[in-house]
């Protein structure tokens, strides 16, 4: 069930341009969204960034979603989302995502160009990682890929698709003069293109792709980067499983599996393991890493009124070399909460920040648009 505003507020949001601000621990997004008058649909919302994470620190910077009127009345929103923004750790990237759909909305498709010029640090292989022993270094990335999916000819739910992605990598390893890093074994640098080609089978009851509050998804994806097309030869692929239930008070829960596996001469930077802003938040990308990983989440959400919402929410994460180390490893674990703003509210499409406690020992803080999971 969608969420509902006041009817007085609905009428003010008709007439002036919304100026809102989402801040957890006094740092977020503020966004301005325009509306017609004349059908009520939303053009666009322009967000200024000022946000904080474990990867990036401090970042800064501004974000601009542009909204496409369905192709025929009932039908999806299509969408374009350009990012633009800096960080105190000196990295820098741009993203430009359009989202569109075709043919009654049977086919649908995202297209992901980005530019980054970007800082990170590398904390070794395997599950057990220390959070103060690392090496940093520098990448220079150009990405491109695409994906395409659709329903023709089965029912809605059931899906399948290909994906293409061309990408050129350029990484250098800081000089290791600290003790933290004296006796870490680097990985190779993996430099040059990775390009690649794969499909993706799903099936997909969900009520909405940016709130769910119902149904759930079954998606298998499988890569293959090849020496043919680029610099290397190896391949991912990830069983991804996703639950939805409303609850009372407008609460729903949320629930995720995802099984990541990685296998040839893959590149340290794209092994499987937590992404650290949608699945396990709070860490660095990648923060522990290896052949195989395994990430269980649960969330309790609630529309809180206006253009609010909140969740809190559980995660658990490990990775290991082959399955069978993968179930004997140990769980890293965090618990978390946050706060969304809605960005546009007909869409349920919210930007959210949110701080969790990893491993019962650290903290992070995760900004972003959409929910994790």
Same mark, same amino acid.
């Given at each position: 069930?969608?969420?509902?505003?006041?009817? =007085?507020?609905? =009428?003010?949001?008709? !007439?002036?341009?919304?100026?809102?601000?989402?801040? +957890?621990?006094?740092?977020?997004?503020?966004?301005?969204?325009?509306?017609?008058?004349?059908?009520?649909?939303? @053009?666009?919302?322009? %967000?200024?960034?000022?946000?904080?994470? $474990?990867?990036? !620190?401090?970042?800064?910077?501004?974000?601009?979603?542009?909204?496409? =009127?369905?192709?025929?009345?009932?039908?999806?929103?299509?969408?374009?989302?350009?990012?633009?923004? &800096?960080?105190?750790?000196? #990295?820098?990237?741009?993203?430009?995502?359009?989202?569109?759909?075709?043919?009654?909305?049977?086919?649908? &498709?995202?297209?992901?160009?980005?530019?980054?010029?970007?800082?990170?640090?590398?904390?070794?292989?395997?599950?057990?990682?220390?959070?103060?022993?690392?090496?940093?270094?520098?990448? $220079?990335? %150009?990405?491109?890929?695409?994906?395409? !999916?659709?329903?023709?000819?089965?029912?809605?739910?059931?899906?399948?698709?290909? =994906? *293409?992605?061309? $990408?050129?990598?350029?990484?250098?390893?800081?000089?290791?003069?600290?003790?933290?890093?004296?006796?870490?074994?680097?990985?190779?640098?993996?430099?040059?293109?990775?390009?690649?080609?794969?499909?993706?089978?799903?099936?997909?009851?969900?009520?909405? %792709?940016?709130?769910?509050?119902?149904?759930?998804? +079954?998606?298998?994806?499988?890569?293959?980067?090849?020496?043919?097309?680029?610099?290397?030869?190896?391949?991912? #692929?990830? %069983?991804?499983?996703?639950?939805?239930?409303?609850?009372?008070?407008?609460?729903?829960?949320?629930?995720?599996?995802?099984?990541?596996?990685?296998?040839?001469?893959?590149?340290?930077?794209?092994?499987?393991?937590?992404?650290?802003?949608? @699945?396990?938040?709070?860490?660095?990308?990648?923060?522990?890493?290896?052949?195989?990983?395994?990430?269980?989440?649960?969330?309790?959400?609630?529309?809180?009124?206006?253009?609010?919402?909140?969740?809190?929410?559980?995660? &658990?994460?490990?990775?290991?070399?082959?399955?069978?180390?993968?179930?004997?490893?140990?769980?890293?674990?965090?618990?978390?909460?946050?706060?969304?703003?809605?960005?546009?509210?007909?869409?349920?499409?919210?930007?959210?920040?949110?701080?969790?406690? *990893?491993?019962?020992? !650290?903290?992070?803080?995760?900004?972003?648009?959409?929910?994790?999971?």
């Amino acid at each position: 069930m969608s969420p509902k505003v006041p009817q =007085k507020n609905c =009428k003010l949001l008709r !007439k002036i341009m919304s100026v809102v601000a989402l801040a +957890v621990c006094g740092i977020g997004p503020a966004a301005f969204a325009l509306e017609n008058d004349e059908d009520h649909f939303q @053009r666009f919302s322009a %967000l200024p960034i000022l946000g904080y994470s $474990e990867e990036t !620190k401090l970042q800064y910077g501004a974000m601009a979603l542009l909204f496409f =009127k369905p192709n025929e009345p009932g039908g999806k929103v299509q969408e374009i989302d350009i990012t633009a923004y &800096g960080s105190t750790r000196k #990295q820098f990237q741009f993203l430009m995502v359009p989202y569109f759909y075709l043919y009654h909305d049977r086919i649908s &498709g995202i297209v992901d160009f980005r530019y980054q010029n970007w800082v990170g640090s590398y904390f070794g292989m395997g599950n057990d990682v220390d959070f103060d022993k690392y090496i940093g270094f520098d990448r $220079e990335r %150009l990405h491109f890929s695409t994906e395409l !999916k659709s329903s023709i000819g089965l029912p809605r739910s059931f899906n399948y698709g290909v =994906k *293409v992605i061309a $990408e050129r990598s350029s990484t250098d390893f800081n000089d290791c003069t600290k003790d933290r890093c004296a006796d870490m074994d680097l990985p190779d640098l993996h430099n040059g293109w990775r390009n690649g080609g794969g499909y993706i089978l799903s099936y997909d009851t969900r009520d909405n %792709l940016n709130w769910t509050r119902s149904g759930f998804l +079954v998606r298998w994806q499988q890569m293959f980067y090849s020496d043919w097309l680029g610099d290397y030869d190896f391949g991912v #692929q990830d %069983l991804d499983l996703r639950g939805y239930t409303p609850l009372f008070w407008n609460i729903s829960v949320a629930t995720a599996a995802l099984w990541q596996r990685a296998s040839g001469d893959v590149p340290f930077d794209m092994l499987s393991g937590p992404d650290g802003t949608k @699945r396990f938040r709070g860490v660095e990308s990648l923060f522990f890493r290896d052949n195989q990983s395994l990430i269980l989440q649960a969330e309790l959400r609630k529309y809180l009124g206006w253009r609010l919402a909140g969740d809190i929410f559980f995660e &658990g994460a490990k990775v290991g070399d082959h399955f069978s180390e993968l179930l004997r490893n140990r769980w890293h674990q965090a618990v978390g909460f946050g706060g969304m703003l809605a960005l546009n509210l007909k869409e349920r499409l919210y930007a959210r920040g949110e701080i969790s406690w *990893v491993d019962y020992e !650290k903290f992070g803080m995760t900004v972003y648009i959409r929910s994790a999971f």
